[in-house]
């Protein structure tokens, strides 16, 4: 792979490092949904993959791609969500060690999720800022290999994987929607996905409180929020990476903004119609699906379920507002 | 079809009327529930049919069966639950007229799923007496064809398609277990099972609040309770019905019961590791892997997750405590 952006044969040759480890995710589809949208759409249901979202493709190709030495002196992230147990989960099945920083406030489900991977956990702070600083703290102390969450090449071809599976089954798709938080998993689909299939369009949707992305696609030029305001946890990110973003730049079509009520009412349909668990930064892309239907009308969508990581308890404080 | 009891042909009779209309719904595993039970298990997801529950099979093989003339006069049934809205649907799908007896105090959301299919809603007192009543004579009035929810050949052979399904995904199956509410699931699938694989152990699983078809497998006679104490509210029937005994007499090997905390759990199992919604009843049979794990060590086994209607609320409220 080049140091720089990817490509789809790094995409491929992610594909098969991970096949036979990680799962091909069904694509689910409900009648109701599609009546009540005039669409015919696929969900993508990430929630399904290991570690419960699409993070163990990136973490896992990327560790793969040590080298022994590297492997042998072990791995450390900073994430107390998806990524974090991801990287604890890919470090595992390669036998390595691994350390995960995360805030002195984690929740006790992240952490013994985490550590139920076998991952030691480093605590700091509880800014993002805290836990960098430890991170590299650490790195330099025991020569660590930091697997960063979204804009590294190898975590792109990774995440990218999940958009080939999309136009390996269906062919014909004419749009796809993607969440976008770090841009690691839009980056990697777009590419794979225009570069089999180069008429569908890639859609990238975050919820309005955290709509950088949005704003960075529309003035071209990489923004930085001071902060986010959504229920969508894996779009708090305050700006998108710098090698997501040029990838955004070539690859992806448009970008859409849903309100976190809409988010609210998918979880709920989610739950009650499909009988699956999304979390709420999951739910976003096919969020945007009801919320701008006039653009979806009469065709064939995917919307990617990013993952179902979410307490019963926060699950339900969300939805019975 | 015989008047009495169905046979393997009858089940596959309704294979094949059901096939392109139903799904053949996935089997789903999950590496930590092996790994803590000492099993190879298959949960076979029965939340994911249509209308969220098994329900759709039989209700929808019945009424296939009925005449032109009985068709043109319409069906009608009596329940709130799943078996109301599998009946409801059979009904839309084949263009006949449809009424659903509830209790006055049946849930919104039972109503209107109900309703949304396009059936007609008669109401009457609380009591399942009174909703028998009420349907008896509505059926003398307009002439309907009664649709009962497990005590008929047709029935029972459209339930027992699942058992079938289950033989032709796991060839080598070891063991299945089935929720026993009326009967019409374990009777139609141990059929199936038996037939197909006569090595295979058919156990049917109770909560210990609702206990009355491990009673009389175990006393070789139909009990009937005065009442019954159980979250899993598929399960509250007051006994089995009697070609459902009979059928179970024969074909089923063992029965078992598990505390309703159990039940709990599994659900919660289902919903943070395997991202699923399953209904207290749906829970049933795969919280008596844990419970009564021992008999399950080492072996391949089925668990039929029987269905998944619940409201977030109601979810809530029972994991909560």
């Known amino acids: 792979m080049s140091m720089n952006s990817p490509t789809i044969t790094d995409i491929e040759e992610a594909a098969s490092k991970l096949a036979g480890i990680i799962h091909t995710t069904p694509l689910l589809t409900s009648r109701t949904f599609n009546a009540q949208s005039y669409t015919n759409t696929f969900f993508k249901a990430e929630n399904l993959q290991r570690i419960g979202a699409f993070k163990i493709r990136g973490a896992l190709n990327k560790i793969r791609s040590l080298s022994d030495e590297e492997k042998s002196r072990g791995v450390i992230t900073f994430s107390s969500g998806n990524h974090g147990q991801a990287t604890a989960l890919a470090a595992r099945l390669e036998n390595i060690k691994c350390t995960v920083v995360m805030p002195e406030d984690a929740r006790d489900s992240k952490r013994n999720a985490t550590q139920g991977y076998g991952a030691e956990i480093a605590t700091a702070g ?67 996905l225009k570069s089999k299939l180069p008429s569908v369009k890639v859609i990238g949707v975050e919820t309005e409180g955290a709509d950088d992305a949005n704003q960075s696609f529309r003035r071209k030029k990489l923004i930085r929020y001071d902060k986010t305001s959504t229920i969508a946890d894996g779009m708090r990110n305050l700006s998108v990476g710098t090698l997501n973003f040029e990838m955004m730049m070539r690859y992806v079509d448009d970008m859409l903004t849903v309100p976190d009520t809409d988010v609210i009412s998918m979880m709920r349909f989610f739950f009650e119609r499909m009988k699956i668990v999304v979390e709420p930064t999951g739910a976003v892309a096919s969020a945007a699906i009801r919320v701008h239907n006039e653009r979806f009308r009469n065709k064939k969508v995917c919307a990617v379920i990013s993952g179902g990581n979410i307490g019963v308890g926060d699950f339900f404080t969300l939805l019975k507002n």
């Open 126 to 192: 509880t800014t993002s800022e805290d836990r960098l600083n430890r991170a590299m703290e650490l790195q330099r102390q025991f020569g660590y290999t930091l697997i960063p969450p979204y804009d590294d090449p190898y975590i792109i071809a990774g995440q990218g994987t999940c958009g080939l599976e999309i136009v390996n089954q269906i062919s014909d798709v004419e749009a796809v929607l993607i969440p976008v938080g770090g841009g690691g998993l839009i980056s990697g689909c777009a590419l794979a």
